[in-house]
C-alpha cells in the first residue's frame, strides 16, 4: 500500500502528507527511539507517543515512511518543520499505538502486502 | 590594553569552544599560599618575595576575608605601617570567581577589571584557588597546540590518502537535541550519492546517530569524523568527558545512566552502545575520566548482507 491509503483512516488527522505515493510496506510500534532504530523496518509506518523533533531524524534515518503520533499527544511546530524539510508523512491520532496499529494492520493486510 | 588579547565572542571557533569548555577550576592554581588577619604586612611581603607571588589572599578557615596585594605592600612602605597587620590594611572589597564558571568569564573578568589575580571560591563559598591571566594564556596555550596538532594530523591523512579519501568532522554540543542527527544525516547523505546499497546505508546511519546522541546525552560534548575509504567508513566519536564507568556494562543492552527528562524523549534505554556495537563490522572503545572514544568501521564493499541483529 502507499501513503495515501493511511488518509482513509478516518482517525487518523493527516499533518503533513510527504508523498503520498510512497510505499508502506511494515508497520512498528515503539516509543524507545534506540529500539525504532535497531527494530523498525525501512518504509514502515511508525506508531508512536515521541511528538518530537528526533523522531523525524531517526524515522528518516532509518527510512520510515509515514508515522502515526497517538494517543492524542500534540506535535510541535519543529517537528512537523522537520517533517516537512526530510519529507516524512505525519498523522496525529486518539487512537493508543494498539488501535491505531489494528487500523493499519487492516489497510495492510486488505493490501495483500502482509505482516512484518 | 587587553590582559589577555582573545574575544570571547568572535574569536576562531576553536578558541571559542575551549573558553567556553575549560571550568576556571581546571585552570587556576590550587596550590594556595595563604596568610590570616594578624599576619603582618612585613610578613606578607616577605612570603610574596620567597614565593614569587603578587597577592596573597587573607583567610579565616576555609573563608576569604581579604587580598593583600603588591600595591597594599608598596603603599604600607611608603606611609610607614609595614609592620602593622593586614586586618587593618587588606582590601576586603573583593571581586571573586566561582569555580564552575567557564574561563570566559575570568578572561571577560581581567578586562573589565584592572586586577591581576581573582580568588575562586567553591559552590559553599570556601577559597578553593587563585586565578591569574598567567593560568589562562598557559592553559589556552597547551590546549591550542593539541588543537593545531589534531589539524596537522588530519591534513596530512588527506594529503597521503588514496583518492577517495574523504573526511568530515562534525561538532556535537552536550544537550543540544535542537541539532542532534545532524551529522548522520549528512553521512547517510555522502554515502546515497556513492550508491552504496542500502542495507548498509542503514547501518552507517544507525551507528552514527547513537554515537552522536550519546554525545549529546552524555558527555560534555565531542565530535564525530566520518572517514570515507574506498572499503569502508570509520567512524570516531570522541568526547572530553566525563567517560564511561564501567564500558562493559555499557555494551549490555539495558543499561542506562539517563536521566528521567532524556528518557521521557526516548533515548537513554541502554540500548545505544549495543546498537552501535551490533551494526558495525569492528568496534572499539577507550574510556577515560578525561573522554571517551569509540571508534567503529562499517564496510562498504560486498554484497551480502552482514548477520547483525536487527
Redesign the interface.
Given at each position: 500500500m502507499t501513503v495515501e491509503a493511511l488518509t482513509t483512516v478516518k482517525e487518523f488527522e493527516v499533518l503533513h502528507l510527504a508523498d503520498k505515493d510512497r510505499q508502506v510496506a511494515h508497520g512498528y510500534c515503539g516509543d524507545l527511539l534506540s529500539d525504532v532504530m535497531a527494530n523498525a523496518p525501512a518504509s514502515a509506518v511508525l506508531m508512536t507517543i515521541q511528538a518530537h523533533k528526533n523522531t523525524i531524524a531517526v524515522a528518516s534515518l532509518v527510512g520510515i515512511s509515514a508515522l502515526v503520533i497517538c494517543n492524542g499527544r500534540s506535535v510541535s511546530t519543529d517537528m512537523l518543520l522537520a517533517a516537512e524539510e526530510e519529507e516524512i508523512s505525519l498523522f496525529s491520532t486518539e487512537l493508543t499505538h494498539f488501535e491505531a496499529a489494528a487500523r493499519v494492520l487492516a489497510l495492510l493486510g486488505s493490501d495483500d502486502a502482509g505482516t512484518h | 590594553m587587553q590582559e589577555i588579547p582573545i574575544n570571547t565572542v568572535t574569536s576562531a571557533n576553536v578558541v571559542l569552544e575551549l573558553i567556553y569548555r575549560l571550568k576556571i577550576k581546571d585552570v587556576m592554581t590550587t596550590n594556595l599560599i595563604t596568610a590570616t588577619k594578624e599576619t603582618t604586612l612585613r610578613e606578607i611581603q616577605q612570603i610574596m618575595r620567597r614565593e614569587k607571588i603578587t597577592g596573597l589572599p587573607i583567610v579565616m578557615g576555609k573563608r576569604l576575608i581579604g587580598l593583600v596585594s603588591m600595591d597594599d605592600i608598596i603603599q604600607a612602605l611608603d606611609q610607614g605601617y609595614i609592620e602593622e597587620r593586614a586586618r587593618e590594611h587588606m582590601s576586603r572589597n573583593l571581586i571573586i570567581l566561582e569555580d564552575d564558571m567557564p574561563i570566559s568569564f575570568a578572561i571577560n573578568y581581567f578586562d573589565r577589571y584592572r586586577y591581576h589575580r581573582f580568588p575562586v571560591l567553591n559552590k559553599d563559598n570556601e577559597l578553593v584557588g587563585m586565578i591569574t591571566n598567567r593560568d589562562i594564556t598557559n592553559a589556552l596555550l597547551i590546549e591550542i597546540n593539541r588543537e593545531v596538532e589534531e589539524l596537522e594530523r588530519r591534513s596530512q591523512r588527506i594529503e597521503g590518502g588514496i583518492l577517495s579519501h574523504e573526511m568530515y568532522t562534525y561538532r556535537i554540543m552536550q544537550n543540544n537535541?535542537?541539532n542532534?542527527?545532524h551529522a548522520?544525516?549528512e553521512i547517510?547523505k555522502r554515502l546515497k550519492s556513492a550508491a552504496i546499497e542500502?542495507p548498509i546505508i542503514?547501518r552507517a546511519?544507525?551507528a552514527s546517530?547513537?554515537l552522536e546522541?550519546n554525545m549529546v546525552v552524555h558527555s560534555h560534548g565531542g565530535r564525530l569524523i566520518a572517514e570515507y575509504g574506498a572499503e569502508e567508513l570509520t567512524i570516531t566519536a570522541t568526547d572530553t568527558g566525563p567517560g564511561i564507568e564501567d564500558t562493559d556494562a555499557a555494551l549490555e543492552a539495558g543499561y542506562s545512566t539517563a536521566g528521567e527528562w532524556i528518557r521521557s524523549?526516548?533515548?537513554g534505554?541502554g540500548?545505544?552502545l549495543p546498537?552501535v556495537k551490533?551494526v558495525s563490522d569492528t568496534f572499539h572503545i577507550t574510556s577515560s575520566p578525561k573522554g571517551t572514544t569509540v571508534t567503529v568501521t562499517i564496510t562498504l564493499t560486498g554484497a551480502e548482507e552482514r548477520n547483525h541483529?536487527?
Open positions: - | 537535541f535542537e542532534a542527527g548522520s544525516t547517510k542500502a542503514r546511519a544507525i546517530y547513537e546522541m524523549l526516548g533515548f534505554a540500548m545505544g546498537n551490533s541483529d536487527s
